[in-house]
């Protein structure tokens, strides 16, 4: 059973907003590759685990993870976003949006 | 029932009956008997948990006992049980 804690697992104090960098990482949260779903296939993958360390691993990361999409830290990239999550289709043209460092930090990466 | 189905059937009913009147509680908040409602029931799931961590280890990995061996990760999970809980 999931629960939640009314605190944030990691201070958060964004001091530069960039809602084109928002927009990928709610891509990399809730996007076809994201984290949610890497954390509901650790849920089902534990199922079929015939180790009690790895299941209890699997449960851990897999718990960890929403508890992260589902806490504050969410909602706060959508406000800063403040578009809404538009969807992956937007996502090969974000380099356009984003500054040049930020490119070159993603210059190889799935985000071209 | 065994006794460690009855253990957790107690933990179980406590937070269904915390978790719907939590529900209530969002848009009640000054409820006086929904109040005594949760306070009551919060008292029945701590006896409850700390009835069954005692006896059959961990609920969450908060329950640790502060034993030499960290129970968290042993079996059976909660969908291994052979019978219905």
């Known amino acids: ?112 | 029932m065994n006794e460690r189905e009855v253990l957790l059937k107690r933990v179980q009913v406590c937070d269904f009956a915390l978790n719907d009147t939590a529900l209530y509680l969002n848009t009640h908040p000054d409820d006086q008997n929904a109040l005594a409602f949760y306070k009551k029931y919060s008292a029945m799931r701590a006896d409850a948990a700390k009835a069954f961590v005692d006896k059959y280890g961990p609920l969450t990995h908060m329950d640790h006992d502060g034993g030499d061996t960290w129970k968290w990760v042993d079996g059976p999970w909660p969908w291994q049980q052979q019978e219905e809980v």
């Open chain 1, 1 to 112: 059973m999931w629960s939640y804690d009314k605190k944030l697992q990691y201070p958060i104090d964004i001091k530069n907003p960039n809602p084109a960098m928002a927009k990928i990482i709610m891509t990399q949260l809730g996007g076809p590759d994201g984290e949610s779903g890497a954390a509901m296939r650790y849920l089902h993958q534990r199922y079929a685990c015939p180790y009690d360390r790895v299941t209890g691993t699997l449960t851990d990361i897999g718990t960890d993870v929403p508890k992260l999409h589902k806490g504050p830290e969410f909602p706060f990239i959508m406000r800063v976003c403040g578009l809404g999550f538009l969807g992956d289709t937007d996502v090969p043209k974000l380099h356009l949006l984003l500054p040049a460092r930020a490119n070159r930090h993603f210059a190889g990466s799935r985000f071209r």
